[in-house]
């Protein structure tokens, strides 16, 4: 998930220039801090106790709503970056690593299944 981000964000700063290295690489960072801390989280749990996956899951969902709203304020209000620059770099950025970790969800649970 990093390493595929980082690149992205280098071809993004690299097709809109330089002067928007700030909103991309910010608009980057909340959504892979978030992404790869809960997917973590996810791997360790289901491991663990497939059965609290669920918990554990709607808990990160309550907590991220929060990190997000309080991240996107602080960078908009506190930090000045650019609006639609950084909302289209975070916006692009969710989707794309929340669509990954779906991916990953449904792949760990094939496995799974076909461990039984």
């Known amino acids: 998930m990093a390493a595929a981000s980082v690149g992205a964000a280098g071809a993004a700063i690299a097709v809109?220039?330089?002067g928007m290295t700030a909103e991309v690489l910010l608009g980057m960072l909340a959504p892979l801090a978030a992404a790869g801390a809960s997917?973590?989280?996810?791997?360790?749990?289901?491991?663990?106790?497939?059965q609290q996956l669920t918990a554990l899951m709607i808990g990160a969902f309550g907590a991220k709503m929060l990190f997000f709203g309080?991240?996107?304020?602080?960078?908009?209000?506190?930090?000045?970056?650019?609006?639609?620059?950084?909302i289209v770099s975070f916006t692009g950025y969710f989707i794309a690593l929340y669509l990954t970790e779906a991916l990953l969800l449904r792949r760990m649970f094939a496995a799974d299944a076909g461990r039984r």
């Open 16 to 18: 809109a220039g330089r």
């Open 39 to 50: 997917w973590v989280l996810i791997e360790r749990t289901f491991k663990r106790d497939p």
């Open 70 to 86: 309080a991240y996107v304020v602080l960078m908009l209000a506190v930090v000045g970056l650019r609006p639609v620059p950084f």
